[in-house]
């Protein structure tokens, strides 16, 4: 097993989850098999607990693991799929080395974090990096390993120490270090300030059009070549000299050359930070990629949407209307807590009454069904028991195994099963007119099975349900637009080349292809976007097919086709 260590300096933030995503990319390309750490110096055992505000979102992984966001870049640049053990946390070291002392493993010694924290870092990396993760049998070929903070922090120092002892322990042409450091420009001075990143061999990341260019940086400045030659693979055969990155050269090429537009609305109440929202936020531009459509994001604060808002802040109620009004599609994510709820109700209700697209996750759904229960079918005092529990109308309750008392790991987490109830739903047909579909969840509170049939008398559609059919996955409204609703998070499975089937059919119905997309997927095939004609045919793109820059007429992002295939 080869290893690759991504640290950071200077400041915090610089980019070094995007960076060790990106050298994951580019000798991925080269042909060998990646797999991902990353190692977060906080007591905290996983990032479940922790604010959206301080550490930006949760990502949920397959085995049901809150991790910290950076894993969410790994998954979606390298298409694999991680497990909780690939978050490494100050906190989980700790436990399991007091776990191994409760049972007296270490026979008397006195537990320090020489050896004992070091030494479990160490294993647990070297345990963790041999966990295939790309669908194959076997481990991968090289582990990249993200050490998050900053060199210096006095919390990092254990880890520091543990990974300087790895780098003698898997001996030398199996460890490769990467620093990421800011080279700032003092104003006073006049010139830049390279202190930090003196005596290493310098590449380059400059602020770029959009992410998916950073590989391609990485490959320009050769620096796939000095990972492979301090590894000693530079001579092997079977790795390829140059990576091939087509398809990142594709995605970035198109994305640049994207000009018209399609506004969504996200509705929620951590806007001040688009980090809370980071997979949302990826899963939108994957869709609006696909669909041709330049993704403008029009945050709006729940809160101020509610009718209290017009007295304390007019002007924050007028904005937040006007952007919730100008937008061509809706959407409300997940979160918790009662703050700015209200103003997620009166989204979704704007969205049913005006046919506007929206798409509501998981608490964006079961505000929906709360917003259904009050305007449609005239139960003024519906709720969920998480806002209210004392509400004579419970469309939404509390879980029956979850618990009250403990906060962490607590929730209905991971990958489950949703079965398709109504086979010409809207999200079926976006699936591919699959049976079932397999999803991650994260969520204390659930529709209320014994308000199914009302629902669905009053014209709500519960399309998805899990294997006992007591537990809504997905909501419709068969006669709108596009307005659906899931309890679980799609987002965190949208991948570039493979977009959320459900953000999808969010921007197509906001950008006026909803039908093209649906009936192409009636017909069997789903044809991505970018092989779309302005006038509704479609293509086949041949392997020799290359993107080049857009021709004269075509400003619109549509393609054309030639002998070779498509091209812009």
């Excluded at 520091?160 to 700032?184: D, K, M, T, W």
């Excluded at 139960?379 to 029956?400: G, H, Q, R, Y």
């Amino acid at each position: 097993m080869k290893y690759v260590l991504v640290t950071g300096g200077v400041v915090s933030g610089l980019g070094k989850g995007v960076t060790a995503s990106s050298i994951g990319v580019v000798l991925k390309a080269c042909g060998l098999r990646i797999t991902s750490i990353k190692i977060d110096p906080y007591l905290n055992t996983d990032a479940g607990t922790m604010s959206p505000f301080e550490h930006g979102e949760v990502f949920v992984l397959d085995d049901g693991g809150e991790v910290d966001l950076d894993l969410g870049n790994y998954e979606r640049f390298l298409d694999i799929k991680l497990t909780r053990d690939n978050n490494i946390t100050t906190g989980k070291i700790y436990q399991s080395v007091i776990d191994k002392e409760r049972k007296g493993e270490y026979l008397g010694k006195t537990v320090q974090v020489v050896p004992h924290i070091t030494n479990a870092i160490q294993e647990w990396i070297e345990r963790v990096a041999m966990i295939p993760v790309d669908g194959k049998e076997g481990p991968a070929d090289v582990c990249v390993i993200e050490l998050g903070g900053t060199i210096g922090d006095i919390e990092s120092m254990p880890f520091i120490e543990a990974l300087g002892q790895f780098s003698y322990r898997v001996g030398p042409g199996n460890f490769c270090l990467v620093h990421v450091s800011l080279v700032p420009v003092l104003n006073v001075v006049g010139e830049q300030k390279t202190k930090p990143t003196q005596h290493t061999n310098i590449v380059t990341l400059y602020d770029v059009s959009n992410i998916w260019r950073i590989p391609l940086l990485l490959r320009d400045q050769k620096a796939h070549e000095a990972i492979l030659k301090v590894l000693n693979l530079d001579r092997v055969e079977s790795i390829a000299r140059e990576p091939k990155l087509d398809e990142w050269v594709e995605r970035a090429t198109i994305f640049d050359a994207l000009q018209n537009t399609v506004r969504i609305a996200m509705v929620g109440k951590y806007t001040g930070l688009s980090d809370s929202y980071l997979s949302v936020l990826k899963a939108l531009l994957h869709a609006s990629v696909d669909c041709r459509r330049k993704l403008v994001v029009d945050w709006v604060a729940s809160t101020d949407l509610e009718d209290s808002t017009v007295i304390e802040a007019p002007d924050a109620y007028k904005a937040a209307w006007d952007l919730l009004k100008g937008a061509d599609g809706i959407l409300v994510p997940g979160g918790f807590g009662d703050r700015g709820v209200q103003g997620k109700i009166l989204a979704a209700k704007y969205a049913r009454e005006k046919n506007v697209p929206y798409l509501g996750i998981c608490l964006g759904m079961q505000i929906a069904v709360v917003e259904f229960a009050r305007h449609v079918m005239n139960l003024t005092d519906a709720n969920s028991t998480e806002f209210d529990p004392d509400t004579k109308t419970p469309c939404v309750i509390f879980m029956p195994e979850g618990s009250k008392t403990h906060m962490g790991a607590t929730m209905r987490l991971g990958s489950r099963r949703t079965f398709f109830k109504v086979a010409d739903c809207k999200s079926a047909k976006l699936y591919g007119n699959v049976t079932y579909v397999d999803e991650r969840h994260r969520h204390r509170y659930e529709v209320n099975p014994d308000m199914v049939p009302e629902f669905e008398n009053a014209g709500l559609q519960f399309v998805g349900k899990d294997d006992t059919g007591r537990r809504m996955e997905i909501i419709e409204i068969p006669k709108h637009r596009y307005f659906v609703g899931a309890q679980f998070h799609p987002e965190f499975k949208s991948r570039p080349s493979k977009p959320s089937p459900l953000f999808v059919g969010l921007v197509a119905a906001a950008s006026g292809q909803l039908d093209r997309v649906l009936q192409d997927c009636c017909n069997g095939h789903v044809v991505p976007a970018r092989h779309i004609l302005s006038n509704g045919s479609y293509t086949t793109v041949h392997q020799n097919g290359h993107p080049k820059k857009l021709a004269n007429g075509l400003s619109n992002g549509t393609y054309y086709a030639n002998g070779n295939g498509v091209h812009a």
